[in-house]
């Protein structure tokens, strides 16, 4: 097999894992119980590793793919232009289609819902979303009820901006010295309101690497099991949350896992294509938010256990995935026009 083909299946593969860690994310469960808030309890440590420490990782990661994809077009800066202003017109229907959509989607349950007591009280949203035509334009453009789509939001904005940031990347030492302004900007947590510096420094960095490291980004290193072990170095300052290294090392984590995660995934896997399902990683993130909530707080009814809560919080994101699982297939193959229309066409 081509090393292309190896590399397009290892993208497949870590978006796969990512989509789940982000799930992680939005599965925490902590305000469905009644636990002493300064109490550290199991479920805050597997809430720590599972979501602030690994399931972090993966909105870096896509920011840096995005890029990287976007950027990928010709062996010379210079030759890009043309083709990224071919591949923004076809991110109107990859991109700003399925983001209004399932905006639209989420604000429409969200207004339904707030209205029906037992029900917003499931969603952790019991306050009445007003139906004004402010509040419909923020749903619909602003993602205001689907909340989990600022990532979405701000990979719009730096799509439409890539350009610019083409240009400034035809000089090397200027790009380097952008991305290192950018560092310090994301350090800082700095937010331009239409995009975070955090989002930009990422984004930025794909397409450095797209344009400058493709070989050290495209090809397995010698040294993966090194970097598999500064990897967990790096998280475990990032778990125990360390004074400004703990910091540095979220900014810089995600490059680590890239590299470190060939030795998690095995040769033969990565030779062979991967099932449909593992291509899906636009409509895991898309669906997964309102199901995973309800789905937390059915399972926090059952107990109020500690151990139960652990238990709850781990397999909720699975149970969750074999349920987007069957969404999937049975739109794939009865609406295959709308399902195609909100994965962006990525089906």
């Not at 990782?57 to 043309?82: C, D, H, I, Q």
């Not at 090397?172 to 239409?194: E, N, Q, R, W």
């Not at 790096?234 to 995600?254: E, H, K, N, Q, S």
């Amino acid at each position: 097999m081509k090393i292309k083909n190896k590399f397009s299946n290892k993208v497949k593969y870590t978006s796969f894992i990512m989509s789940v860690f982000v799930m992680y994310i939005h599965a925490i469960n902590v305000s469905y119980y009644n636990f002493d808030t300064n109490t550290i309890t199991v479920l805050h440590r597997v809430i720590r590793l599972l979501a602030d420490t690994l399931g972090k990782l993966a909105v870096p990661y896509f920011f840096v793919m995005s890029a990287y994809w976007l950027f990928r077009t010709a062996e010379e800066p210079s030759g890009k232009k043309n083709c990224i202003q071919k591949k923004l017109v076809k991110k109107v229907k990859t991109l700003l289609v399925p983001y209004l959509c399932w905006n639209t989607i989420g604000m429409v349950f969200y207004m339904a819902i707030t209205r029906i007591p037992f029900i917003s009280s499931m969603m952790n949203n019991q306050e009445v979303i007003e139906i004004t035509v402010e509040s419909i334009l923020k749903g619909v453009f602003l993602h205001a009820n689907y909340y989990s789509f600022w990532y979405m939001s701000d990979l719009i904005v730096l799509t439409a901006i890539s350009p610019f940031v083409l240009q400034i990347f035809q000089n090397k030492k200027a790009s380097i010295a952008m991305i290192f302004v950018l560092f310090l900007l994301a350090y800082a947590d700095v937010d331009f309101i239409v995009f975070k510096a955090e989002s930009l420094f990422y984004f930025s960095l794909g397409g450095y690497i797209s344009l400058y490291l493709n070989d050290f980004w495209s090809k397995e290193s010698k040294k993966k099991t090194l970097y598999l072990v500064v990897f967990i170095l790096f998280a475990l300052m990032r778990y125990f949350d360390t004074p400004v290294v703990g910091r540095i090392a979220y900014i810089i984590l995600p490059i680590l896992m890239w590299k470190a995660i060939d030795v998690i995934l095995p040769e033969k896997l990565l030779e062979r294509n991967p099932s449909w399902f593992v291509t899906q990683t636009f409509f895991i993130y898309a669906a997964h938010l309102i199901p995973i909530t309800c789905l937390g707080h059915l399972l926090s009814s059952v107990s109020g256990s500690v151990l139960w809560a652990t238990l709850s919080y781990f397999v909720a994101p699975l149970i969750t995935l074999i349920f987007l699982f069957i969404v999937s297939m049975c739109m794939h193959r009865f609406t295959p026009k709308i399902y195609s229309i909100l994965c962006g066409s990525r089906n």
